[in-house]
């Protein structure tokens, strides 16, 4: 009996310097890929936030109007020309992610950040504030408010993201 040897075909495998580009690519790749990631969620939610201020906006200053005329739907009722909030307090709203107002929120909840107020998910906080009156001879008086958009409302107030809207109230 004879036995033939099968011819040996040669098996190429990667070597230990092909093995280690590899992984210094990666080292480097992955990272990159991953920062980019996170870039793009926090211009989502920028994007977002600027959106919902369409709506957000316009419902702080009917609250500062219904304020000023007698009638809020939250804060305490001020007079023409007053300068809000008083001091020491905070003006903020509780909004969902889609722009709907909740509820005004407590000074202790708007500095450590809230998730859910009423049974209902918190995404925005918004605050009202204003500045002394501002004259200038023969005009009439202008109050300059100042309504910041915050998100997201469960981090504590100096980890948030800010949009700031400032306009001026006869």
């Given amino acids: ?17 092909e093995t280690v580009i590899a992984m210094g690519v990666l080292a480097v790749a992955i990272p990159l890929v991953f920062g980019a990631l996170a870039e793009s969620g926090k211009s989502g939610m920028s994007s977002e936030a600027e959106t919902r201020s369409t709506w957000i906006v316009p419902a702080c200053m009917r609250e500062i109007q219904a304020s000023r005329d007698g009638q809020p739907q939250f804060f305490t009722a001020t007079t023409p020309g007053q300068i809000f909030p008083p001091a020491g307090d905070v003006w903020a709203l509780a909004f969902t992610a889609e722009g709907k107002s909740i509820a005004k929120i407590s000074k202790t909840d708007y500095d450590k950040g809230t998730k859910e107020l009423d049974g209902q998910p918190v995404r925005y906080l918004a605050t009202l504030s204003s500045a002394a009156p501002h004259t200038s001879p023969g005009t009439t008086s202008m109050l300059r408010a100042l309504i910041t958009l915050e998100y997201p ?13 400032f306009t001026r109230i006869p």
Avoid: D, H, N
């Fill in 1 to 17: 009996m004879i036995f033939k040897l099968p011819k040996t075909s040669r098996i190429r495998g990667s070597s230990l310097i």
């Fill in 153 to 165: 409302s469960a981090l504590p107030v100096a980890k948030r993201r800010k949009l700031e809207f």
